[in-house]
């Protein structure tokens, strides 16, 4: 069967995918592009990663779209999915009050911010949601020498939420977080918020694309869930993602076949 009678047939696609993506606005600039050259429509289900790598175990999904690496290749382990492509990157970013309480402004050592948070018990809001972002933040918390499970306290606020609401919260409480850069950049209520530590290349952030494995699901469907995949690393699908930007700002860096 070829895509377009499948597109006929069954007229739309699954992608599970991460907050970041969906409230960066990526997918309302890519989705139109796809749609329009393919017929395929796509419906997003935006959760944190690992969310959104369960909701592929149970193949409730046809692809999924996420960022945090180790979870993705346990994914593919579990024969979960047909193959990893790396599709993009941005960066994560340490926001923060102007006041910087905990005197982080400026450093490009993420680990030495998180400390010094820690010491100074500053503010500080975390996703706590199983989330590439979430993800990463326990990382840098691991290589600072803190254990945040015992560490948590009143200066420490798990939100189990997304990257928008989590951004909401910090500027609510005058907090630090851990943000991925598209997100941040598309975020209007920024209140006394502001970059505080960014350029460390552990806060690198790099996206993987998956088919969601019809062998071990067999309602996915596999020739438009291919297609999407297909696409999103096609000159033309990266062009697109490199195309999009916030006030001249790139959010995305597409890196398929690097």
Do not use: C
């Amino acid at each position: 069967m070829g895509v377009a009678l499948a597109a006929a047939l069954a007229g739309f696609i699954t992608v599970a995918s991460t907050t970041s993506t969906e409230q960066s606005g990526l997918f309302r600039h890519l989705l139109p592009i796809f749609e329009r050259q393919t017929g395929i429509q796509v419906r997003v289900v935006a959760v944190g990663t690992g969310q959104a790598l369960d909701i592929g175990r149970r193949g409730d999904a046809d692809v999924v779209l996420v960022h945090a690496k180790p979870l993705e290749e346990k994914f593919m382990a579990e024969g979960q999915g047909v193959r990893r492509y790396d599709v993009m990157y941005n960066d994560f970013v340490l926001i923060g009050p102007k006041s910087d309480p905990a005197r982080v402004r400026g450093s490009k050592d993420v680990v030495a911010a998180f400390q010094r948070i820690h010491a100074a018990r500053a503010p500080f809001v975390s996703r706590g949601d199983r989330s590439g972002t979430h993800f990463a933040e326990l990382e840098i918390w691991k290589l600072a020498g803190i254990d945040i499970a015992k560490e948590k306290a009143a200066w420490y606020r798990d939100t189990g939420q997304g990257m928008g609401p989590a951004l909401n919260t910090a500027a609510g409480m005058n907090a630090y977080l851990l943000a991925d850069r598209g997100t941040w950049l598309s975020f209007k209520n920024r209140g006394e918020l502001a970059i505080d530590v960014e350029g460390d290349k552990r806060l690198y952030n790099q996206y993987g694309v998956m088919l969601v494995n019809p062998a071990k699901h067999p309602k996915v469907k596999k020739e438009m869930g291919q297609a999407f995949v297909d696409w999103l690393l096609s000159a033309e699908g990266q062009k697109a993602i490199a195309d999009y930007k916030i006030n001249g700002e790139q959010l995305f860096f597409p890196n398929a076949g690097s």
